[in-house]
């Protein structure tokens, strides 16, 4: 069987599949990201919670995770004038969140993956045809050459921008409904002081809630942040009118005075680094026959404000082997059998993934905010 896409569900299910006895082809469009190099992906830190890490347990994978994680007790609210303040996640110490390096997590699952004898991964290899009668897909290499391959049934896992997805659809009476978000996203660093501690509260999600934009970070174990600065597209103060240095060095000083002495390499990064867009995506079926089936943001792509999508997304893979073993005889079924367990779930999780984007950006209108706004002009 083949499983299109070799990120984080995608490397996932291939060890599980493996470990059930499936001899498993994982079809990756980049190159190999543990080769490093500018296709090694994107760099974003992500929060893992509780339903991830139930399946990286059923995967036996979770003390190694672990193990690259950092702790966050809570998050740290930033307001204009410096100022902050901590709200834990809950009065229970267990009760915390851990932030883990995208890359390094994929890395980790394409290792073990690798290691499964019964997994082969084909990177440089991106899904441009399927042939759903013949069950063959097709594939274009890195020196674009054209090669085509059989496969008993087939997982896509491609992502938000599913090629697998649209192959599925093609020809049936099937739904997609995508939303673009009118802000998009540029990530920087903040860098550990010069004794490797860390510039601001290690433990601790950071948010700079403004009314114009917002600033997430996770930290990383060497003592440095992820930040990711959600913007506008358009409009005064957007990413389309901070272009030039001095109108990066501007945003800065008119919405987050506090972090520019803290990023030394800002105008350097803002220039190297790209502006990503967010869509939400509702598909239907997620699945056709007994040959194709659909995980992670292929099926569901949220905006990512709630933290939930690569947790949702593992949860998909726990859910899928559950409902294979309930329907050994039928995969049909079992693929008809996932999609309704787990699309109430991945609705609610879209709807609760918007809202949380308006409950951080209210979090300016709080009246411990609103005390602090001098210095937030807009
Ligand atoms: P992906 O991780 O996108 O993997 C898809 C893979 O398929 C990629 O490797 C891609 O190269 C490959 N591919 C694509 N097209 C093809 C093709 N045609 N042929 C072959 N291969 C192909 N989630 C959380 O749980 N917590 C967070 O804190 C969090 N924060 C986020 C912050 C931001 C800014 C963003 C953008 C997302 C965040 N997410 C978070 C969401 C999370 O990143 C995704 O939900 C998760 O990566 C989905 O995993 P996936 O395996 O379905 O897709």
Redesign the pocket.
């Known amino acids: 069987m083949a499983v299109?896409?070799?990120?984080?569900?995608?490397a996932l299910l291939a060890l599980r599949l493996a470990a059930q006895g499936h001899g498993v082809d994982v079809?990756?469009?980049?190159s190999d990201p543990r080769l490093g190099g500018a296709d090694s992906?994107?760099s974003?830190?992500?929060?893992?919670?509780k339903r991830?890490i139930h399946a990286l347990t059923e995967a036996g994978l979770i003390g190694e995770v672990m193990a690259m994680t950092v702790t966050m007790a809570g998050r740290v609210i930033h307001a204009p004038d410096g100022s902050t303040r901590f709200q834990p996640y809950g009065k229970d110490r267990g009760e915390v969140l851990h932030s883990i390096d995208?890359n390094e997590l994929?890395q980790l699952l394409l290792d073990r993956a690798e290691a499964h004898p019964q997994v082969r991964l084909h990177f440089g290899?991106?899904?441009?045809g399927a042939d759903k009668a013949r069950r063959t897909l097709e594939?274009e290499t890195r020196d674009g050459a054209r090669v085509q391959a059989q496969a008993a049934w087939v997982v896509g896992?491609?992502?938000?921008?599913?090629?697998?997805r649209r192959e599925l659809q093609r020809g049936e009476r099937a739904d997609y409904h995508q939303e673009y978000l009118e802000w998009g996203?540029k990530?920087l660093t903040l860098k550990p002081l010069a004794d490797g501690r860390s510039a601001i509260e290690l433990e601790a999600l950071h948010v700079w809630p403004r009314s114009h934009g917002l600033f997430v970070s996770?930290p990383n174990r060497d003592g440095s942040h992820t930040l990711?600065l959600f913007l506008p597209f358009e409009g005064p103060d957007s990413f389309a009118t901070t272009r030039s240095e001095d109108e990066v060095r501007a945003l800065f000083a008119k919405y987050f005075p506090d972090l520019v002495p803290l990023l030394p390499q800002l105008v350097e990064e803002w220039m190297a680094h790209p502006v990503?867009a967010?869509i939400t995506t509702r598909t239907a079926p997620w699945s056709r026959s007994d040959w194709m089936v659909l995980?992670?943001?292929?099926c569901h792509?949220?905006y990512?404000f709630y933290?939930?999508?690569?947790?949702?997304?593992f949860e998909d893979c726990s859910a899928l082997m559950a409902a294979l073993a309930r329907h050994p005889q039928d995969r049909a079924a079992a693929f008809a059998d996932y999609e309704r367990s787990r699309r109430p779930h991945t609705d609610t999780l879209a709807e609760l993934s918007k809202a949380n984007f308006v409950e951080l950006r209210q979090k300016v209108q709080s009246p411990w905010f609103l005390a602090r706004k001098r210095l937030d002009v807009a």
């Open positions: 299109v896409g070799g990120g984080l569900a995608g079809y990756e469009r980049r992906g994107r974003i830190n992500l929060g893992l919670s991830g995208r994929n290899h991106r899904l441009v594939f896992a491609d992502g938000a921008f599913s090629r697998a996203y990530e996770h990711t990503g967010l995980v992670g943001d292929a792509a949220v990512p933290g939930q999508g690569m947790n949702s997304a």
